[in-house]
Nanobody, 127 residues
Framework: QVQLVESGGQLVQAGGSLRLSCTAS????????AGWFRQAPGKEREFVAA????????YYAESVKGRFTISRDNAENTLYLHVNSLKPEDTAVYYC????????????????????WGQGTQVTVSS
């Protein structure tokens, strides 16, 4: 199994930027597809971005396209989410997720696709 730990969340002003990190341990992170989801108070956890195990395919929610960038450094066992032009509606707990590369990469936008989750990091955007 792989263990995931997020970091980098904090309180920022609207228009600001952050870099969220997700560090993996336990198994070689190279062999996992990965993604970011977020959950705002009173709302369902929603898809933000995803990247395949090789890093060659990325997907974004429409609400973050052009503002957020997902990337990975497999040598460092780390997944990143670069978030720019933050808006108050981006306020949420951000979670990273992973799934073995042996699973066919068919539904990277769906929560149910991922077997492994971190505990989340809080991002709060003030207006």
């Amino acid at each position: 199994q792989v263990q995931l730990v997020e970091s980098g969340g904090q309180l920022v002003q609207a228009g600001g930027s952050l870099r969220l990190s997700c560090t993996a341990s336990g198994r070689t992170f190279t062999r996992y597809h990965a993604g970011w989801f977020r959950q705002a108070p009173g709302k369902e956890r929603e898809f933000v971005a995803a990247i395949n195990w090789q890093g060659g395919a990325t997907y974004y929610a429409e609400s973050v396209k052009g503002r957020f960038t997902i990337s990975r450094d497999n040598a460092e066992n780390t997944l990143y989410l670069h978030v720019n032009s933050l808006k108050p509606e981006d306020t949420a707990v951000y979670y990273c997720a992973a799934q073995s590369y042996l699973r066919y990469y068919s539904r990277p936008r769906e929560r149910a696709y991922y077997d492994y989750w971190g505990q989340g990091t809080q991002v709060t955007v003030s207006s």
